[in-house]
């Protein structure tokens, strides 16, 4: 087919056809990723807010994200305005027995909140996960472990929106059942006690080096949440001086739980350790961020709900949901609420439609 002198030069000079192949396929290759990103955008492209004074570098990147799927969930179903009560309506603990809380609501009030919390935390189970399978007429009873525990939510509730609203209610946001709970029994990001993780040694050796989900994935102290945020430990490092022997002077300890406990807060708010502190001074409280006097606030308030509100539930839960260690009551932390967010539910106003979560009593509807 082809002339004997063309025959002759292909064999004295072999070419590997594929080279060209690939060769073209990289550059179509390259041009279609190009096309990509032009059209859909750079999926490694990161946001900077900045935290603190310009030329500090003090500033949080990440990742742009999709806003939170519950939160559209949440402005579909869950929210509801409330029924402005007339006046000499009928209250809800005249109408109803037992009504230990929101007792001031009127009756149409009571109702719609009592449906929202089904929504909440039962959507599957209904009225009956908390008042059991009998008609109305058995609702007042106390029979359901579900039911006392509800009812100390929604007085743990009112208290963070009232007492800790310097925390919760920043532009007014504050919180409601769905901000922990998202539709599910038992909200996401609760935590029990885990220590020792090592069972051949005792002391600081047992609580340390091995990777736990309370210590964020990593060998840092496992029972930090423990010591940090319900027995009010020292959340502080070592002094900056060597050898500092006076009293109060925080531990070596002391600085690994301190460690644990801000990596647990960055993961559970997705950010950096910039978003509170300036990192050339962390131990200058002058630079901080105004974030850091909020987290700060944070704290007190998880202790606060864990001793007066989750710890002493603990007798009032069946077995199984207890912690498998120490037969401790579900906890609360930053995670339950935040869950990887700087702001739960992006800042999704949560008390607006909920006047009745909003502080202990009679509601101010406007």
């Known amino acids: 087919m082809f ?172 919180v409601n059942c769905y901000t922990c709970h998202r539709g599910e029994n038992v909200p996401s990001n609760i935590w029990f006690r885990v220590d020792p993780t090592v069972e051949t040694m005792a002391g600081w050796g047992a609580v340390q080096n091995r990777v736990t989900t309370v210590s964020g994935s990593t060998s840092l102290p496992s029972d930090m949440l423990q010591k940090l945020l319900v027995e009010e430990g020292n959340i502080k490092v070592h002094d900056l001086e060597p050898r500092v022997v006076n009293a109060g002077t925080p531990t070596w300890q002391d600085t690994e739980r301190t460690y644990s406990l801000m990596n647990y807060f960055s993961n559970s708010l997705n950010v950096n350790c910039n978003f509170c502190h300036n990192s050339r001074a962390f131990y200058d409280p002058a630079q901080v961020t105004p974030q850091w006097a909020t987290a700060l606030m944070g704290i007190d308030m998880v202790r606060d709900v864990n001793a007066n509100y989750l710890e002493p539930l603990r007798d009032t839960y069946p077995a199984n949901r207890l912690g498998p260690v120490h037969a401790d009551a579900p906890k609360a932390a930053c995670a339950t609420c935040h869950k990887g967010y700087s702001k739960p539910m992006q800042g999704t106003p949560m008390i607006t439609d909920w006047p009745e979560l909003a502080a202990p009593g009679a509601p101010v509807y406007e």
């Not at 007339?86 to 009756?107: R, S, W």
């Not at 009998?134 to 106390?142: H, I, M, Q, V």
Request: charged share 20%; glycine share 10%; with cysteine.
């Open 3 to 174: 002339p004997k002198w063309f025959s002759e030069w292909n064999r004295k000079n072999p070419t590997d056809p594929f080279q060209p192949i690939f060769l073209m396929g990289g550059i179509g290759g390259a041009v279609f990723v190009a096309a990509m990103l032009v059209v859909w955008g750079w999926p490694y492209m990161t946001e900077s807010s900045q935290t603190g004074p310009r030329g500090t570098g003090m500033s949080v990147t990440k990742f742009p994200v999709d806003a939170d799927p519950t939160i559209a969930l949440y402005e579909e179903i869950y929210s509801d305005p409330p029924y402005i009560p007339e006046e000499g309506a009928a209250l809800a603990k005249d109408i109803y027995e037992n009504v230990q809380v929101l007792g001031d609501l009127t009756e149409d009030n009571f109702n719609r909140l009592m449906l929202a919390m089904t929504s909440w935390v039962a959507p599957d189970q209904g009225c009956a996960y908390c008042h059991g399978d009998g008609g109305l007429e058995t609702y007042g009873a106390d029979d359901l472990y579900t039911k006392v525990v509800a009812r100390r939510m929604i007085q743990m509730t009112q208290t963070i929106n009232d007492d800790w609203a310097g925390h919760v209610a920043v532009n007014g946001t504050g």
